[in-house]
């Protein structure tokens, strides 16, 4: 199988890879030939405007998918920081947290001073993923996962991306930033949608 991830983000690709690896190969199941976006002319701009994981993980595969041959098979993945202190923010707009060029850096810099006055006990968040698996016969499925946790005060660690060095995740005592791709792949919103994903795969065979 050829699953072609809509997605411009290497920090995502980089998961994707590690991920349908590991979890395929736990199941038994055939490894997956996971194609860039990049490797097929590049990932068609999208507005993400739809408020929602949901709309904007569609918005995605479907642009991806119409420069595909039907019969492809398209993965898309939107994700995103809430704060339970922010009411949810920056949520579906984590990408662009601080400003439309979606600078990753200043958006980590915006989410530590928002949080500056958030006491200890007030700072928990959670990931969240979404994938929507687009193929042929009109498969048209989606997976969700989620990863709760509390940020830091400052960020600690360079591993990962996006929001990582912030996000301590439940039962753990180091950031996203600082644990090893390994260990935040047994833990994360993204492993756990791909969880679901594997053992969809694995029912169809
Ligand atoms: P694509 O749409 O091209 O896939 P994107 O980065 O714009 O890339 P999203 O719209 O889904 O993707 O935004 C997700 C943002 O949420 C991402 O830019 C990070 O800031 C944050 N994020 C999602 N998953 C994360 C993770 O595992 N670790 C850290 N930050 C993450």
Known sequence: MRLHLASANPGKLREHLSLARA??????????ELVSAAAVGGMPAVPEDTGTFEGNVRQKAEALRARLPAEAWVLADDSGLCVDALGGAPGVDSAVYAGPEGDSAANLAKLVREMRPVPGGLRAAHFVCLLLLLGPGGVDRSFTGRCEGRLLLEPSGAGGFGYDPLFVPAGASASFGELPEAEKNELSHRARAWAKLADWLSARR
């Open 23 to 32: 979890l395929l190969e736990r199941r038994g199941l055939p490894p997956i």
